[in-house]
Every structure is written in C-alpha cells, then in structure tokens.
C-alpha cells in the first residue's frame, strides 16, 4: 500500500483509515487544514514525570491532550491511539524493541497519553507566505536531530532538546519566524537560524530521526523544536517501558491547524 496521490485532501478519518489498514507513511503534507501531533504513553506511574517535563520544556513539549489511563482515543482524536497512526516505536528501559504498525499488542490498561503539538501544524501557512518546505518537495520524511542542549529535567525523566530543519532562502527567514510564531502550541517559531554546531549538530546530512533533505545555495537552516523530544527523554532516562509514535508518522487529529493561530 502507496501514499495516495490525494493525501491533502483526505480528512482525518479517511487517513486513519489508512493506517489502520496498514499503511505506513510520514505524514507531512497529508489532511491539509487538520493538526498532527507526536504521541508519547506510558505507565500511569511515569505519567507525572511525563506532564512536569512537558510543563518545564513549553516549546519542545506543548500538549494538546492527555488521556485518562487504559483510554484508547482522545478529545482531539476520535480514532484508536492503538492503530490509528501510521508507525509506532516501542521501547523498554529506554531501548527500542519494536517499530510496528500496530501497536495493539504492546498497549497496557495503565497507559496514559499525551498528544504534543507538531511543526507539520503550522507548514500549510508556511507554503502559503511562501516559504518552502523541503521535505514535502521532495516527499521525504522531515529531518530531526538530537542536540547538546538539554531539557530542564523532570523526576527521572531528561534528556535533550530534538529540533526538526527546515532549509529557508536568507530572504524568507523573517517570514518563517513571523508565520511560525503565531502557532505557539505547536512549537512556535525557531529554536535557532544558522549555524548547526552552535546546536551540537555535526552533519545535516546525518540527521538522527527522519532523512536529510537538500538544502542549496542561499538557503539557511532554520530548526524548530520537536516533539520527538519525548522520546529521546525516554531513551536517555530509561523508564521501564513507553510507546511513541515513529517520528515524522504522526496522529492526526480531529482538530484544525486555525484552532492554534493567534491573531
């Protein structure tokens, strides 16, 4: 099963449908108008540690929803949280054991979820004032790197900031920072414009999560905060078990990208 050509058009039901089918695709550009969100659960007993590290790290760590433990869908997502996304990971201490498409047979009656605002919010509006998206140009997932900065720690749970890129012509990155701003709960607007080692990031073309997309001359990158920073907490701290979603394969959900848009 093959992206559909119309993925922008399908509204969030068509595309969970999708997945739970099977289908396994990143999820940028799809449901255009609907918002995405990372998805990270565990044990009800690590749940506080989860809400307060999002709590102290707002701009990688903005929830959109939290779940009730052993609840299988959301305010925001009417779909199954077990099947309805297009990739899972599964980790125990900290490692991860499973990427699947299904994550039925790993749920636990205890887990408790969160849904985390995501960048793909906000690229519509970036298209629109002209600003490209690269990784949907070149239909590649978006790219996502681990950097030397780390969160404010929570409990037993820390690690450090993920940022996604995004190369932006020198002459646009004004007007990314002034679209993306207005989209605080979904990250907001950059992190950082420029030099990747100020972030610890040695290669673009070896990001952490998700693949390297070109970036040509002119073009400066710009890096967001990234809702993937959950998971690599998990992976740094080691909580005895999590599930997240595969980065880039996002929820998505039944809310609009204009319910977050600040005047």
């Not at 559909?4 to 039901?13: G, H, I, K, R, S």
């Not at 790219?143 to 690690?159: I, K, N, V």
């Not at 990250?187 to 040695?202: M, R, S």
């Not at 967001?224 to 880039?248: D, E, L, N, Y």
Request: hydrophobic share 45%.
């Amino acid at each position: 099963m093959s992206t559909p050509p119309d993925a922008a058009t399908l509204t969030p039901d068509q595309a969970r449908a999708l997945f739970r089918g099977g289908l396994r695709a990143p999820t940028a550009g799809w449901c255009a108008g609907w918002t995405q969100a990372n998805l990270i659960a565990v044990p009800r007993e690590d749940a506080y540690d989860v809400l307060l590290f999002a709590q102290r790290n707002p701009k990688a760590c903005p929830v959109l929803d939290v779940t009730e433990p052993g609840e299988t869908s959301a305010s925001l997502f009417r779909g199954d949280l077990r099947t309805d996304l297009p990739g899972y990971v599964v980790y125990e201490d900290g490692v991860p054991v499973a990427e699947v498409t299904d994550a039925t047979g790993h749920w636990r009656d205890d887990l408790v979820a969160f849904l985390i605002g995501c960048s793909f919010t906000f690229e519509n509006a970036l298209a629109e004032a002209g600003v490209p998206v690269r990784h949907i140009e070149q239909g590649r997932n978006v790219p996502m790197y681990r950097t030397s900065r780390p969160c404010r720690g929570a409990g037993a749970l820390g690690g450090p900031l993920v940022v996604s890129m995004r190369p932006v012509p020198a002459e646009r990155v004004a007007d990314a920072v002034r679209v993306t701003a207005r989209y605080p709960a979904v990250h907001g607007a950059p992190v950082h414009v420029g030099d990747p080692a100020a972030l610890g990031i040695a290669d673009l073309d070896a990001p952490d999560f998700g693949d390297a997309v070109d970036v040509r001359p002119g073009e400066v990158p710009v890096f967001w905060a990234c809702g993937v920073t959950p998971q690599a907490a998990v992976m740094a701290s080691r909580p005895k078990f999590a599930i997240g979603h595969a980065p880039g394969h996002m929820a998505i959900t039944d809310a609009r990208d204009a319910d977050y848009l600040i005047p």
